[in-house]
């Protein structure tokens, strides 16, 4: 599907299909009775991660997660899980980032954008404006050039605004984003912000943690009216990041009707 040559579960369209994608989730995983931040110490100033032959060091900031609306100043388990979801797809030869140009939304502390750098793709992170210093501290810290096979570049971008014209001047091949989805308040400039930057040919990549039913089911069904939305199955992940609390779509701008 897409850029994507793994096998995805294609959700079906309407509202209906996207409650009982949302259904099914909550009962096949159960991820209210999973272990909460497996990968992940939200307490800790740092979490260290092996990923793509580096060891990663990501800065948190575990003071910032009491403010409201803040959750991007600590690491959660989708964004593990997304990053060596994407390692594993590289090194499995379902995936090819080596030169292709990709957009993070909501990058938080960057880990899944530094593993993507580190994969060869050409990496803007992006974030609101008070969350740009860890984010940069954090690409600075992990990204050395001298082996570097990728880049990364720190950007603002707020969901729903035109974004800068080297976003989108041209369209991104992927489109990443890990615990995107935590509001309804927040999807519909989220999907306003994906129909920005995807084309024909981009492919977006999204991983969240399973909390909330009515959320996931809200965007399922604004989503599937302009993308097609498949579902990766957790065989597909890297063994060793599976989570039942986590899910990964993938999702391809929908082709226009001819006239």
Same mark, same amino acid.
């Given at each position: 599907?897409?850029?994507?040559?793994?096998?995805?579960?294609?959700?079906?369209?309407?509202? $209906?299909?996207? =409650?009982? $994608?949302?259904?099914?989730?909550?009962?096949?995983? +159960?991820?209210?009775?999973? +272990?909460?931040?497996?990968?992940?110490?939200?307490?800790?100033?740092?979490?260290?991660?092996?990923? %793509?032959?580096? !060891?990663?060091?990501?800065?948190?900031?575990? !003071?910032?997660?009491?403010?409201?609306?803040?959750?991007?100043?600590?690491?959660?388990?989708?964004?593990?899980?997304?990053?060596?979801?994407?390692?594993?797809?590289? #090194?499995?030869?379902?995936?090819?980032? +080596?030169?292709?140009?990709?957009?993070?939304?909501?990058?938080? %502390?960057?880990?899944?954008?530094?593993?993507?750098?580190?994969?060869? =793709?050409?990496?803007?992170?992006?974030?609101?404006?008070?969350?740009?210093?860890?984010? *940069? *501290?954090?690409?600075?810290?992990?990204?050395?050039?001298?082996?570097?096979?990728?880049? =990364?570049?720190?950007? $603002?971008?707020?969901?729903?605004? #035109?974004?800068?014209?080297?976003?989108?001047?041209?369209?991104?091949?992927?489109?990443?984003?890990?615990?995107?989805?935590?509001?309804?308040?927040?999807? =519909?400039?989220?999907?306003?912000?994906?129909?920005?930057? %995807?084309?024909?040919? @981009?492919?977006?990549?999204?991983?969240?943690?399973?909390?909330?039913?009515?959320?996931?089911?809200?965007?399922?069904?604004?989503?599937? *009216?302009?993308?097609?939305?498949?579902?990766?199955?957790? @065989?597909?992940?890297?063994?060793?990041?599976?989570?039942?609390?986590?899910?990964?779509?993938?999702?391809?701008? *929908?082709?226009?009707?001819?006239?």
């Amino acid at each position: 599907m897409g850029g994507y040559g793994g096998m995805v579960s294609v959700v079906a369209e309407g509202s $209906e299909s996207a =409650a009982e $994608e949302t259904l099914m989730l909550w009962c096949t995983q +159960q991820p209210t009775y999973s +272990q909460h931040n497996a990968f992940v110490s939200q307490s800790s100033l740092s979490l260290h991660l092996d990923a %793509c032959g580096h !060891s990663l060091s990501i800065f948190q900031s575990p !003071s910032s997660l009491g403010k409201p609306g803040v959750t991007g100043s600590v690491m959660w388990d989708s964004g593990v899980v997304l990053g060596k979801f994407l390692e594993h797809a590289v #090194d499995s030869g379902l995936l090819l980032l +080596q030169g292709k140009k990709v957009v993070e939304l909501g990058s938080g %502390c960057g880990l899944v954008g530094c593993i993507a750098a580190l994969l060869g =793709a050409q990496v803007f992170l992006t974030d609101l404006p008070d969350r740009l210093r860890l984010l *940069k *501290k954090n690409v600075e810290t992990n990204l050395k050039q001298g082996d570097l096979r990728g880049s =990364a570049t720190v950007h $603002e971008l707020t969901w729903g605004d #035109d974004p800068e014209p080297e976003l989108i001047e041209p369209l991104p091949d992927y489109v990443l984003g890990s615990d995107v989805i935590y509001s309804e308040g927040a999807v =519909a400039d989220l999907l306003v912000t994906l129909m920005q930057l %995807c084309g024909a040919q @981009t492919t977006i990549v999204l991983a969240g943690e399973l909390r909330n039913d009515s959320i996931l089911e809200y965007f399922l069904e604004a989503a599937m *009216k302009d993308f097609m939305v498949g579902r990766v199955d957790q @065989t597909q992940w890297h063994p060793d990041y599976c989570s039942p609390r986590v899910v990964i779509y993938i999702l391809v701008k *929908k082709k226009s009707p001819t006239t």
